[in-house]
């Protein structure tokens, strides 16, 4: 049986330091429920001596969450640890993490100390935060650049004092992975009562090692890792909790498992990222943007072979519903061929090289190229839209309900029908399925906003369910409603049926 490495997450306290990513407490209970549900052991929730704000924080995560320990953070300072105490007093599994300086530069110029006493301190602070709580975590801040046989005196007297897990944070990111891990290693082996306690990475990203620097500490021994969603953190962030857990889901040589279900990631990361107002980098691993897209010829063309020749995780496994193909200049005909099949234009391979070129040229205007786009290309060639649009009016204004008239021109004739709606766009969309008259469904609609120059557009793009297949539509006017006709107008282009000529009646 692998060992279990448990998952202490510090999204809400190291992460939420992050200046413009404050969370009210509100927002900290919703991501601590979700944290829970991903199978996290430890929910860091707050620093309670630092505000009022983050002392409450930890009183209602501790009232909300169930399975996970909840966490308070405090400085060696007896202030301090009575207050995360306190804030901890709903937690149905509570542990205080308190800790002091360990490197030669935090001893001398932040505590104007000595070696020998900073350990007095350490060990007072963990003995006055065992009478509150069982469960305490002693951090030895900067451990990364602190001498490594201090380090483990001091690792052995906090264990001594009741210690029952020591965080070795890697406090500035300036560890190399091999130094990181040795580190771990010696303490492994020279600490005589480390096997009391859980070793535990905490690994900060400033030269972008923190990932490789926590594996290398789970390699060596290390049991517990302290990790933020989307390696938030205070300046280039902490170790992210996604590429740990999807590296030890990967690598079986580790010999570990952890409770994360991987398959909550990708949405627990939007989720983070919405709240806290920090946007995900597109190449980020595991819950990028990019992270499962694949652009260039030579890929794509592998990845539609046999997806495992360009992808060590399933996207799925993550939450992601595919791999994307996307289509830009470097593309080749494998995924064009791929799209176009996806959005039922089937073409023979002479009509496929023609339409790559066309494709070609469209591409190299533009940065990337959706679906949208590829409709506009195929029908602008190989549709000839027997419906046009004629006048379209539309009056609205409280308390009157909506109604459009809508003209089409259909084979040259025209014909024109009201109906009323909800809303306007609902109201012209109602008056076209009556001058259609057929049974469709509005199966999914998107608006985007356009801005070209001082302009500014609606682009709308929909797809409508009619008799059992889905025809996708686009549409684009500085007017949200005309764009929104031009874009039903589109799929109905695309099927087969004959529409009614006659003019309809007010329906509602
Ligand atoms: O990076 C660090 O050293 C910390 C400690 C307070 C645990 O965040
Ligand atoms: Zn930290």
Redesign the pocket.
């Known amino acids: 049986m692998s060992d279990k490495i448990f998952i202490f997450d510090t999204t809400l306290r190291?992460g939420e330091q992050v200046p413009g990513c404050q969370l009210d407490t509100n927002e900290k209970v919703i991501i601590a429920k979700e944290l829970e549900l991903l199978g996290v052991d430890v929910i860091e929730a707050g620093f309670p001596i630092s505000s009022p704000g983050d002392y409450k924080s930890v009183m209602e995560i501790s009232k909300a969450v169930n399975d996970p320990i909840i966490c308070a953070?405090s400085r060696a300072v007896e202030k301090d640890i009575e207050v995360a105490a306190e804030s901890l007093k709903y937690a149905k599994r509570k542990r205080i993490h308190t800790?002091i300086g360990a490197s030669d530069a935090h001893i001398k110029y932040k505590f104007n100390s000595t070696r020998e006493q900073i350990i007095e301190r350490a060990v007072a602070a963990v003995k006055f935060a065992k009478k509150y709580v069982e469960d305490v975590e002693f951090?030895a801040?900067?451990a990364g650049r602190a001498d490594t046989v201090y380090l483990a005196q001091m690792v052995e007297a906090v264990i001594a004092a009741g210690a029952t897990v020591v965080?070795i944070?890697d406090?500035t990111g300036y560890c190399l992975p091999w130094d990181y891990g040795q580190k771990i290693k010696y303490l492994m082996e020279n600490v005589s009562n480390v096997h009391k306690a859980i070793l535990s990475c905490?690994c900060?990203n400033d030269l972008g090692m923190a990932t490789a620097n926590t594996i290398a500490g789970i390699a060596n021994g290390a049991r517990q890792v302290e990790v933020t969603m989307n390696g938030i953190g205070e300046r280039a962030g902490n170790t992210s909790l996604e590429e740990v857990a999807m590296i030890i889901k990967t690598h079986q040589t580790l010999n570990a498992h952890c409770n994360i279900d991987s398959k909550r990631l990708n949405q627990l990361s939007s989720m983070v990222s919405t709240m806290m107002n920090m946007p995900v980098q597109p190449n980020k691993a595991i819950v990028g943007a990019n992270a499962f897209a694949h652009s260039s010829g030579i890929h794509q063309d592998g990845v539609i072979k046999h997806r495992e020749n360009y992808e060590v995780i399933a996207p799925e496994d993550v939450g992601v519903d595919q791999s994307s193909i996307i289509l830009t200049a470097r593309s080749g005909k494998a995924a064009l061929r791929y799209h176009l099949d996806r959005l039922d234009y089937k073409l023979e391979k002479a009509q496929l090289e023609e339409v790559y070129q066309r494709f070609l040229i469209m591409a190299d205007a533009n940065k990337d190229i959706g679906d949208d786009d590829l409709i506009m290309m195929m029908d602008g060639k190989l549709n000839n839209n027997n419906i046009e649009i004629g006048d379209v009016q539309v009056v609205s204004g409280k308390p009157l309900k909506p109604v459009a008239t809508v003209e089409l021109m259909i084979n040259g004739e025209r014909v024109t029908a009201s109906a009323s709606g909800s809303g306007s766009i609902n109201a012209a969309l109602s008056a076209i399925d009556n001058i259609v008259g057929e049974q469709m469904s509005l199966d999914r609609f998107n608006v985007d906003s356009l801005v070209h120059g001082t302009r500014e557009a609606g682009k709308v793009s929909l797809r409508v369910l009619y008799n059992d297949k889905l025809y996708f539509g686009i549409g684009e006017d500085d007017d949200i409603v005309m764009a929104s006709v031009q874009a039903y107008v589109n799929a109905i282009n695309k099927m087969k049926f004959e529409t009614k000529k006659e003019v309809m009646g007010m329906a509602s």
């Open positions: 190291d953070l800790g951090y801040e900067d965080n944070p406090t905490h900060h």
